[in-house]
């Protein structure tokens, strides 16, 4: 009898530590951690409150380095590590030797498969420094198959590393989902029926509210702190894309059914691709890019993002359910966190007498230049990217000038606007002296190739603009250091994990070294995240 109790305890334990058939790694873009309660209330029973009543939920999950945009987040959360050591610094950065911003999957060396338009199409992960847990996946276990796919580019090319067996992204220019010739010649025959048959034109439609109309939080249309879209005469719903946006593929990756057609592909692809059949672990990695064009617009208090999130939460539901059946509910593992949230539309917090405000970049450039150039009768700058400036080396450099002198003159300069909170040279990166928190985020986001030569960060709730136009005043970005960019959800679910709420400190770059464990992998080698040790555990 002792014996039959010992071994009955011991069962749970042998499937709880089973490794997942197939893992599904969901990424919102733009997804602030109070959404999952602000919204709460629209939710289903199979969307986000899965996660929430029978999953696993970091409530205190942060980006550990700045900028936080697409391009990094997305390499963070899959890398395991920072900027620092995979190189995607930003979406674009200034490359020195081209004199020109390059984004961070643009790829020359292939072409677009699945399009005929030139350029666009050119995706790779070949910026990228380290490896992804997909690679590592792939690269240990070949029968293991690995996807990515998103409305973005550079959300399906990062995750899915290099490894990948097939990452697709939406095409601007035919409503379509395409690839590149990094990936494979020609697209499978289930993607081009799948494009025939349920590409965008197919999924437009009127956008209305989802819920009555008493039920939203703000409950506030036609604010003043939104754009109002090409082709709406106010930011108000219903929106009638069907009137004014058919065709313009631009404008349905701003409606929900752009997510609906994501979920769709994701589900297609599951399907036809037998993923979670194999005796290895398959891997599928998603990235709803929506809530991040709706929230640039809207701001992340209006009635389109809390509609935008309650329909979100549909499309999660039929993932959720498509699992449970295809694959079995203890044989997944999905888990959902952001690339990075977003402030509060600054002219409302100013109106609303809350700090924050706006920063003329293109004011304080004229200022930085006229200062150099009384100087040293030059201007001394090449270009300012993303909160970088980048120096004009050759210039400098006849000119006789110390180039670290030069950088200290202009972090000076930017730390006499009042709007500027932390100014550092990439000399004093290089050499270590860090001197606050707020640099340490800088130097983990920071590539001695691909960063400035002085980079800033504004003081809490100010966005840098390029004009004080009015139009500058409406809508938001993202992009700091602080908790409204960097606190995102991070939500567990599946293969018995028990439901718990995990309020300890934990970095993005966390993820991919729990992953690690749970797929029995080898650390990747610059990975620099902690497991978390209350999933594994169970």
């Not at 879209?229 to 108000?236: E, F, L, N, S, Y």
Request: aromatic share 12%.
């Amino acid at each position: 009898m002792r014996k039959l109790v010992l071994c009955g305890l011991l069962v749970p334990f042998v499937f709880l530590g089973q490794t997942p058939k197939i893992i599904v790694g969901i990424v919102v873009d733009q997804m602030c951690y109070d959404y999952l309660y602000r919204f709460q209330h629209h939710f289903s029973t199979d969307g986000f409150n899965r996660f929430l009543t029978s999953g696993v939920n970091c409530r205190n999950t942060n980006y550990n380095y700045v900028p936080t945009y697409t391009g990094p987040g997305h390499a963070s959360i899959y890398t395991g590590t920072t900027p620092y050591n995979h190189g995607i610094v930003a979406n674009e950065w200034y490359d020195r030797t081209q004199a020109k911003g390059v984004n961070c999957v643009f790829d020359p060396s292939v072409q677009a498969v699945g399009n005929s338009s030139s350029g666009y199409g050119q995706v790779s992960p070949h910026h990228l420094e380290t490896m992804t847990i997909t690679d590592q996946l792939k690269f240990t276990y070949p029968s293991s198959k690995v996807f990515s796919i998103s409305i973005k580019d550079r959300s399906a090319a990062l995750p899915g590393g290099h490894l990948s067996d097939g990452s697709y992204w939406f095409d601007y220019s035919s409503g379509k989902f395409i690839t590149s010739t990094f990936y494979m010649n020609q697209l499978p025959s289930w993607v081009q029926t799948f494009n025939e048959q349920k590409n965008a034109d197919s999924y437009l439609a009127d956008w209305e509210l989802l819920n009555d109309p008493s039920s939203y939080s703000r409950r506030i249309d036609n604010s003043p702190y939104e754009v109002t879209i090409k082709g709406a005469k106010t930011p108000t719903f219903p929106y009638a894309f069907t009137s004014f946006a058919r065709g313009n593929y631009s404008q349905f990756t701003i409606t929900p059914f752009a997510n609906t057609l994501l979920t769709d592909f994701a589900l297609e692809l599951i399907q036809r691709e037998g993923l979670g059949k194999n005796d290895a672990t398959d891997m599928l990695c998603m990235s709803y890019s929506t809530p991040d064009i709706v929230g640039h617009a809207f701001g992340p208090y209006s009635l389109e993002i809390e509609d935008i999130y309650a329909r979100l939460d549909l499309e999660l539901a039929k993932l959720f359910n498509t699992l449970d059946k295809q694959v079995g509910k203890h044989n997944y593992v999905v888990f959902l966190t952001a690339d990075h949230a977003v402030v509060p539309v600054p002219q409302q917090l100013t109106d609303e007498k809350l700090p924050g405000g706006y920063f003329d970049m293109s004011a304080c450039l004229t200022s930085i230049n006229t200062q150099l150039q009384k100087k040293y009768g030059s201007i001394l700058i090449q270009s300012e990217e993303n909160q970088n400036i980048y120096l004009d080396y050759p210039l400098i450099d006849s000119l006789k000038l110390n180039r670290s002198v030069i950088q200290q003159e202009v972090a000076s300069i930017l730390r006499s606007f009042p709007e500027v909170k932390v100014a550092v040279t990439g000399s004093d990166l290089e050499r270590g002296i860090i001197q606050d928190p707020w640099m340490q985020m800088i130097l983990n986001g920071y590539s001695k190739e691909r960063s400035g030569d002085v980079i800033f960060i504004l003081k809490p709730g100010y966005l840098a603009i390029s004009s004080n136009a009015s139009s500058e005043h409406k809508g938001t970005s993202h992009g700091s250091a602080f908790n409204y960019d960097t606190h995102v959800p991070l939500l567990w679910y599946g293969n018995r994990m028990k439901h718990q709420e995990i309020f300890r400190p934990l970095e993005i770059t966390d993820i991919s070294a729990t992953l690690v464990h749970m797929l029995k992998l080898q650390r990747i080698g610059s990975m620099t995240g902690k497991p978390i040790v209350e999933i594994l555990g169970h």
